[in-house]
């Protein structure tokens, strides 16, 4: 690499301000105990329709069952969602939202629900960046969902 002033090129393109911190979308306690505790989804959408994991649930079940429309419709509210969660948490696109806080696992699910619906009616370059959103957010998720 050549030198400008001193410094590589290899050095000058390092990311001087650093990688985005995480970001941490809140819980829902209510929402998430009442779908635990077995409560219909459709009734917990409705009383916290902006709560993604409900979103997420619905998602699974409409695909498991073969409804991979409904699947879609589902992930992409809980998707989005959780998109205007994260940005009202300072989330400017991009960075970190780790799998492990309970409040980021819906809009996770979300994606990945999402992802899956979309490869499986055929669009692929919306699943890729579903995938690649996903490895990009959190690799433990990408792992969790995927197995």
Known sequence: MGELGGLTMSRMTKNLLGDPPPTYLPDNPEAREALESGVDPFEVAARHPAYPAVWAELAD????????I???????TGYHRGLDQLRRAGWKGHGP?????EGNRGFLRALHALGRAAAAIGEEDEAERCRAFLRD??????????S
């Open 70 to 76: 409904d699947s879609y419709a589902f992930a992409r």
């Open 137 to 146: 957010s959190s690799r433990a998720a990408a792992e969790a969902l995927s």
């Open 97 to 101: 939202i780790p799998w492990e806080h």
């Open 61 to 68: 079940r409409a695909f498991a069952r073969g409804g991979v």
